[in-house]
């Protein structure tokens, strides 16, 4: 323990600063790695940004899926569905510091705006959870379709979007009420959402039928739907999963899963302007900070792709372990 010098010389006064270091908590800011779950290794990979070696992997429970970093970047959430749990880790420490019991097999979640409140899909269940993080308790639990996977909390705290895999739905569940207050019908096994910029439209992917439904966010339906056609695949070879979309709401990405390509979209005309070839299986998606670089994880292949968006070319692959899942970054 460090003790307080009696007077306050110049060797006092840095022994009392070094105290003082020792005994702030340690945070991490802007580390620039990237963090990957690999399903069957049961391990978040952290890959340092800029040279892209691995730096640490990071043990968690079975079947680690979803990630999700609390509003201020200290905390990952890792949503493990064999392990009915989801993991927290600590940026700065970098190893898993808690875990949530929020139901049997989590799949995907997001977080309220204010970083309170869980939103968790409860595959096996057909539930949505919502749990509180100050009180680490489940507060509401809302049926929903059969295999809920997508979820995303609307920026102002009032809706959550929940999509059925078997129901091939998008439940609309006000959060207020904790009640669904609309359904609207998708295309085949829909998975993962984006918002639009002006908060008017709802993106959603739908696995099984190669296909984007756009759904208008103030009449809750689908006014629109985006295709894809990259040569030398078959339509059963179409299987978007993965989207983000830039800041500005102009351009979408999204993974097209077994057809091993990443459509590029102009959101405002759904039209795709290029597709660029990627490892096996093309999953998770995010962009950097900057929005010059894509990340997507590769299921088949073991491997993340590094894709500069000004060129629209894979610079670089790296292996990430087992069956990559999602990808985020802390930059």
Known sequence: MCKKPKSY???????GLLCQLVAAPLLARDTGYLFVSSEKDHVVTVLDGKSYEKVAAIKTSERPRGLKFSPDNSLLYVACGDGDSIDIID??????VDQLDVGDDPERFDLSPDGRYLYVSNEDDGLL?????????TVAEVEVGEEPEGVMASPDGRTVYVSSEVANMVHVVDVGTSAVKANVLVGNRPRRFALAADGKEVWVTSELAGLV????????RVIDEVNFEPKGFRPEDLTPVGLVMTRDGRIAYITLGSANHVAVVDVASRKVLDYVLVGRRPW??????DEKTLYVTNGKSDDLSIIDTGSL???????????????????
């Open 9 to 15: 010389s110049t060797g006092s006064l840095f022994i």
């Open 91 to 96: 940026i700065a420490k970098l190893k898993v």
């Open 129 to 137: 959870t919502v749990f509180d993080l100050e009180q680490k308790k």
């Open 213 to 220: 439904s756009v759904i208008d966010t103030k009449e809750n």
């Open 284 to 289: 998770g998606v995010t962009l950097s900070r």
């Open 313 to 331: 070319k894979v610079k670089r692959s790296v292996p990430v372990g087992r069956v990559p899942y999602t990808v985020v970054v802390d930059d």
